[in-house]
């Protein structure tokens, strides 16, 4: 089995959405476009990977949403050394199809209280929803290792929230320690390298909005 050097997690630059959430009233959320801001934020990040995987080759999996794939296409990686495949498996929560402003507001609140890994939107999915299909994708991309001549490099363009199940399910994180981190900004990545011990380390952690509370404490 080739590992590869290195698993890079990219966050879409800012979207339409992030600007202004009204526009999930009338456009599909996959159909949604990066914003100048997030062309911006998304060429940076993409000066700074180039510096970083150099010669070397890489294995890009890109989300089917338009603001993924924009993004993908602002990174400006050499086309000779990428393979590049899109991933339905890393797309967003599904939050359900038409979304009234009001209501995913009020649902949000209710998340807030219910909690993020286990509250279904209307229509859509949970938190556990989209960490089974990361599951899966990740027994596909184990697979692919198993390829003699696999890149070195293995690239994600995804979600913030999928970002995080997909760093919950490699690192075996527990439901409390997911749920105390906040998504990365638009236009990050974290790198996962892999160390002379045969694991991976993430090169900086996701930021904690409040302190985990593990589910076996009674109260």
């Known amino acids: 089995m080739v590992r590869p050097r290195r698993i890079v997690l990219v966050r879409h630059g800012e979207s339409e959405g992030n600007a202004d959430d ?61 393979r590049m495949r899109e991933e339905p498996r890393l797309r967003e929560q599904d939050w359900g199809n038409w979304q009234d402003r009001n209501d995913v507001r ?26 089974d299909r990361v599951g899966s994708f990740l027994e596909s ?14 690239l994600l363009v995804t979600h913030g929230l999928t970002m995080r199940l997909f760093c919950m399910r490699w690192f075996h994180w527990s439901v409390a320690e997911f749920e105390a981190l906040s998504n990365p900004g638009n236009g990050e990545f974290r790198v996962l390298l892999l160390g002379p011990d045969g694991r991976y380390r993430m090169d900086r952690p996701f930021e904690r909005w409040t302190t985990p509370e593990p589910y076996d404490l009674d109260g």
Do not use: M, W
Not at 108 to 126: C, L, N, P, T, V
Not at 142 to 152: C, V
């Open 141 to 154: 991309l184990y697979r692919s290792f198993e390829a003699p001549d696999h890149p070195q490099n293995v």
């Open 22 to 82: 009204s526009v999930y009233e009338r456009e599909p959320d996959h159909a949604l476009r990066l914003t100048p801001t997030g062309r911006e934020q998304a060429s940076a990040a993409g000066g700074r990977l180039r510096e970083l995987f150099g010669a070397e080759t890489i294995s890009a999996y890109v989300s089917p949403y338009r603001r993924t794939l924009q993004t993908f296409r602002e990174l400006r990686l050499d086309p000779t050394r990428v």
């Open 106 to 131: 009020l649902q949000k609140a209710y998340r807030d209280a219910y909690g993020h890994f286990f509250y279904r939107f209307a229509q859509g999915e949970s938190g556990a929803d989209v960490y």
